[in-house]
């Protein structure tokens, strides 16, 4: 299998920044999609943003501008770089992997509070 980590939330002022992070380890799988969800008190869990195999990112219109997805393949890691975070950006944030020959796998979330 493989597990995935997410790390780097934290407590900000509205307009700061965060970066995510988001280690893979365990099995080696081709990839077809990675990325990031997040999840508010009481509301649906949402797509951020996400990364193919290719290089190529989405992102949800709310976050469009202001949040980049990377990925490091020789350290099997995405990131997701928040620039002017808003309150509404307030949610748990998890990371996710499809991968060829393989299930969906989901990290652990990383809280990252927005708030004066």
């Known amino acids: 299998q493989v597990v995935l980590v997410g790390s780097g939330g934290g407590s900000v002022q509205p307009g700061g920044s965060l970066r995510l992070s988001c280690a893979a380890s365990?099995?080696?799988?081709?990839?077809?999609?990675e990325g990031w969800y997040r999840q508010a008190p009481g509301k649906e869990r949402e797509l951020v943003a996400t990364i193919n195999n290719s290089g190529s990112t989405n992102y949800a219109d709310s976050v469009k501008g202001r949040f980049t997805i990377s990925r490091d393949n020789a350290k099997r890691t995405i990131y997701l770089q928040m620039n002017s975070l808003k309150p509404e950006d307030t949610a748990v944030y998890y990371c996710?992997?499809?991968?060829?020959?393989?299930?969906?796998?989901w990290g652990r979330g990383t809280q990252v509070t927005v708030s004066s």
């Open positions: 996710k992997g499809s991968y060829y020959g393989g299930p969906d796998y």
């Open positions: 365990g099995a080696v799988f081709s990839i077809y999609t």
